[in-house]
């Protein structure tokens, strides 16, 4: 019996798509409006500040000269610009350790079985919502010389401890990282206990059914697994404490005498006051770059870490 022989199997065409046609992929359309803002938003401005920063201009002249790097060196000669340095410095650091102990502490705290933890969450995350220069505003009349915080001292019979809190270049200082903690403190505690509240509560059951005591569970199960939460507050405190601003000029602009001035309020007093733009310029480049090398060497670090 003879077989048939098999049908020739016609190809049905593909319909060209309009990635076959040549045109790009339309993700990429949905990327060009982002790039194009974040470019003429940031990095142009970025590009023209580190360009005007190797000028003398003053911010209003249509003409300038090239000075090279002759503006940092300003900045090394200049005492108010070290002291700023040293202050950006100290409250990075001191702001960065301070808010996150005690909000990884406090997070511990609401986060255990206490009828009032709901409340204790909203008081202490309230002043976050807070503008920075209505809280600057703010704690300027409760430290002032005759303010709430010295009055409250003589009441409870501490008056020896009363100080001029914004007047003394020692206390000045130490005053607005208080301020900036008491602010942001209650945003590191949302961020340590989201992590918290992820940790399977079966594993910290299991350590102490092996015998870890608090402190060990704390150290080898609550720790290693707060990985993230840790990198994200210390990255987001320490550049905050690069960049602050408001609170300082709020409630010392600097003051006294240039003791309490950081790069940020020292860049805004020389470029928009005192007409020095392209020192002011230098200022943002010499803190772009200490956010950018911090930032970068913190981030690595913590990295290893959370591996």
């Known amino acids: 019996m003879a077989i048939a022989p098999a049908a020739p199997q016609v190809k049905t065409p593909v319909p060209k798509t309009r990635r ?8 990429w359309w949905f990327v060009i409006p982002a790039a194009t803002l974040y470019t003429f938003a940031v990095l142009v401005p970025a590009v023209r500040g580190g360009l005007f920063s ?4 003053d911010g209003v002249s249509p003409t300038w000269e090239w000075v090279g790097l002759s503006q940092y060196g300003n900045i090394l000669n200049d005492p108010n610009g070290m002291t700023a340095v040293k202050n950006t410095l100290l409250i990075a650091a001191a702001v ?12 511990l705290g609401v986060n255990s079985v206490i009828k009032s933890r709901t ?8 002043p976050v919502v807070i503008t920075s220069i209505a809280v600057g505003f703010l704690w300027q009349n409760l430290l002032a010389p005759n303010g709430a915080v010295n009055l409250a001292l003589e009441a409870v019979g501490l008056g020896a401890l009363r100080q001029n809190w914004l007047g003394d270049p020692d206390v000045a200082i130490w005053s607005i990282i208080i301020v900036v903690v008491w602010q942001f403190v209650g945003y590191s505690m949302v961020i340590f206990l989201a992590g918290l509240q992820g940790i399977p509560e079966e594993v910290i059951e299991a350590a102490a059914i092996d015998g870890a005591g608090p402190v ?3 150290r080898y199960v609550v720790l290693p697994m707060l ?5 994200i507050n210390l990255m987001l405190s320490l550049i905050g404490g690069f960049k602050l601003f408001d609170q300082v000029f709020a409630m010392t602009k600097g003051g006294p005498g240039g003791a309490t001035n950081t790069i940020s309020t020292l860049l805004y007093t020389n470029a928009f006051q005192l007409g020095r733009f392209a020192y002011g310029a230098a200022l ?4 772009t770059v200490f956010v950018a090398v911090a930032s970068g060497i913190q981030y690595k670090l913590l990295s290893k870490q959370e591996g």
Do not use: E, M
Request: glycine share 4%; aromatic share 10%; proline share 5%.
């Open 20 to 27: 076959h046609r040549g045109y790009a992929s339309p993700v």
């Open 54 to 57: 190797l000028t003398d201009w």
């Open 96 to 107: 960065t350790i301070i808010q996150n102990v005690l909000g990884l502490l406090i997070a």
């Open 119 to 126: 409340v204790l969450r909203v008081l202490i995350f309230a």
């Open 216 to 218: 060990q569970r704390f």
């Open 227 to 231: 990985a993230p939460a840790i990198t």
């Open 284 to 287: 943002a480049v010499v803190l």
